[in-house]
């Protein structure tokens, strides 16, 4: 048996978490639903908040003793949280724009942050139900219904032509001018925390996202792409930190088991 302070005990009770709260969001998915919008104007659904509640209470019941961050509980001050050694970094549903277009491309993440980095990570895709899930020092993993686990490996870049993943809805002109800047590529236009995954698997180089994302949005496939072998780093090259008084991620570069410098190829910004 694990000790208790071995984190990775948590990482079962945090996929089968993972995978009930995908079923209450295909619950939503497969009938009709309304659209609403926070103050952002991100949107907003039914099935975020079913989610949300379904985690925090399952999450609640196997690790009492450690708080929870959600997106849709984010308004915690900063003084609380900076108290914080060990806690759930949750997106209940990361890919609304996703799941409204109805094109599968939306995830559950959960993550356990520790001293500001993830430890834990369970990213579960609900649509064709998969599951990538990862713990520090343990490997990280692909698994899909009734198959085993399969582990993954992120990919070196041993130069030629490179497959970036790109975001299939916030790409913009920063993005661009990294993709010019490479030369020859390929693209491959994917949602949510799929694009790090893919990183992690080793089905693409790069992934640059030149853009804002949140915390919660970040934290679990950074655990599986790192678990994998590969990295997530600012465009400094310095890995995300987590918990922090913004809970904004910097631009960033998640890429593979190697050392080519992607950062070369960021523009700089105004």
């Known amino acids: 048996m694990a000790p208790k302070d071995d984190i990775c005990e948590h990482l079962e009770g945090a996929r089968a978490i993972a995978v009930e709260a995908g079923r209450k969001i295909l619950d939503v998915y497969e009938r009709g639903f309304s659209v609403e919008h926070k103050e952002d104007r991100s949107p907003l659904t039914e099935a975020d908040r079913a989610a949300h509640d379904l985690i925090a209470a399952r999450l609640a019941r196997l690790t009492p003793d450690i708080p929870l961050l959600s997106e849709e509980s984010a308004k915690i001050e900063y003084a609380e949280r900076a108290r914080w050694r060990r806690f759930w970094l949750v997106d209940p549903l990361d890919g609304t724009k996703e799941f409204i277009n109805r094109n599968g491309e939306f995830t559950v993440n959960i993550a356990l942050i520790e001293d500001h980095a993830p430890v834990l990570g369970v990213v579960y895709v609900p649509v064709p139900g998969v599951v990538y899930f990862a713990c520090r020092g343990r490997g990280a993993f692909k698994h899909k219904s009734l198959a085993a686990p399969e ?120």
């Open 151 to 270: 582990p993954i490996r992120a990919r070196g870049f041993a130069g030629g032509k490179p497959i970036v993943v790109a975001s299939r809805s916030h790409a913009g002109a920063e993005t661009e001018a990294f993709l010019q800047s490479l030369g020859p590529h390929d693209v491959v236009s994917m949602g949510s925390a799929l694009k790090l995954c893919l990183v992690a698997e080793g089905a693409a180089d790069v992934y640059p996202r030149l853009g804002p994302t949140m915390e919660w949005d970040t934290a679990a496939a950074q655990c599986v792409v790192e678990a994998a072998g590969g990295r997530v780093t600012d465009v400094s090259r310095r890995p995300l930190t987590y918990n922090k008084e913004s809970l904004l991620n910097p631009w960033f570069l998640a890429s593979g088991a190697d050392d080519y410098d992607w950062a070369r190829h960021v523009p700089p910004r105004n």
